[in-house]
């Protein structure tokens, strides 16, 4: 069964320093990955995801994400955080070996707090 | 603009009163699917549908029903509410049931069941 874990509850960061949230995943074969942020009272956006090819995927609002087969982890990055980015953030994930159904199977969550 | 709505937004009954939320896409997807989301749980999928009459139960289908009359829609149905059932409600869809697609998430339900 596939499964992700995102260790921290909670990153606090101050604004203008770089941020991580970390994300590791557990699949049978390939992962597929995401990642999605939750605003206040708002539904997810999608950031970005990995599909295949280059490691280092760009996404939405400057953000960025490594994939490290080895270590099973994609860990959303940001070199400059703003405040504007303190939010839920949701690290997702599909094995490519699975059919029929392919739900997105989500970590608890990480809250992060960028501080001015 | 493609989006996926829901209604109604936030929603109080009480327990045993029927009650379907509604949700609607207009990027003709044909993967649907809903989701639950409580606090250090993150998100559960209820059920999906990968297109017009194909529904099947996710994870945590429990007291749940749903309808794929349409193409566009996707109501949730709770029959016979319970407090357990008070949570926070998120329908999505992609195109295709391809498993690299993005999914795309409505603005959410906020269900309380008294």
């Known amino acids: 069964a596939q499964s992700v874990a995102q260790p921290e509850d909670q990153v606090n960061v101050a604004e203008g320093n770089p941020l991580t949230v970390k994300c590791t995943y557990s699949?049978?074969?390939?992962?597929?990955l995401f990642w999605y942020v939750q605003y206040p009272n708002r539904g997810l956006q999608f950031l970005l995801k990995y599909i295949t090819g280059d490691n280092l995927v760009k996404g939405s609002y400057g953000f960025e994400a490594e994939f490290n087969k080895s270590q099973t982890s994609f860990h959303l990055k940001k070199p400059s955080a703003l405040v504007s980015d303190s939010a839920l953030y949701f690290c997702a994930v599909r094995d490519i070996r699975t059919s029929g159904n392919t739900p997105l199977v989500f970590g608890k969550g990480t809250r992060l707090s960028v501080i001015a | 603009e493609a989006q996926v709505t829901q209604n109604p937004r936030y929603l109080i009954t009480v327990t045993g009163k029927k009650l379907t939320v509604t949700c609607s896409q207009n990027?003709?997807?044909?993967?649907m699917s809903w989701y639950r989301q409580d606090p250090g749980l993150g998100l559960r999928q209820i059920y999906y549908s990968m297109n017009v009459e194909v529904t099947d139960k996710g994870d945590v289908p429990e007291g749940y029903k749903v309808s794929r009359k349409e193409k566009r829609n996707f109501p949730l149905i709770l029959e016979s509410p319970s407090p357990n059932q008070t949570s926070l409600y998120f329908c999505a869809s992609s195109s295709r049931t391809g498993l690299q697609e993005t999914q795309y998430f409505g603005p959410g339900t906020r269900l309380l069941v008294l």
């Open positions: 699949v049978s074969g390939n992962p597929y």
């Open positions: 990027m003709n997807h044909e993967y």
